[in-house]
């Protein structure tokens, strides 16, 4: 499998720090020459681990669950209302049924 990690230049003074994004396989800064360390691709903080399928740092992976579950969250929510609805639908349309003939006449 590929690494899919960005480098970052670590050299706060260098114009590509937290501007440009290298490749895993990038190994120095095209801008000042400092070597590149593994960072976050949502915040650019320092990765620890040495995981290539870990993108990003474990407080950015923290907030996208966060965010999953939300959404899982608000699905639930919208089928709940969809079901409330199918249960009403039935009686409104017996409504609609009982009013129509009156009306054509
Ligand atoms: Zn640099
Ligand atoms: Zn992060």
Do not use: H
């Not at 937290?18 to 120095?28: L, N, P, Q, S, V």
């Not at 966060?66 to 639908?89: C, F, H, N, P, Y």
């Amino acid at each position: 499998m590929s690494d899919k990690r960005i480098k970052g230049c670590p050299n706060d003074k260098c114009d590509d720090y937290k501007k440009i994004k290298y490749k895993a396989e990038d190994r120095f800064c095209k801008s000042c020459g400092t070597e590149l360390i593994f960072v976050c691709s949502k915040c650019w903080t320092p990765l620890a681990g040495d995981d290539p399928k870990k993108k990003i740092c474990a407080k950015c992976e923290a907030k996208r669950e966060d965010r999953k579950e939300k959404l899982i969250q608000t699905g639930k929510r919208a089928g709940q209302a969809v079901a409330s609805l199918a249960a009403v639908a039935p009686a409104v349309l017996k409504l609609i049924t009982k009013v129509l003939p009156t009306n054509k006449k």
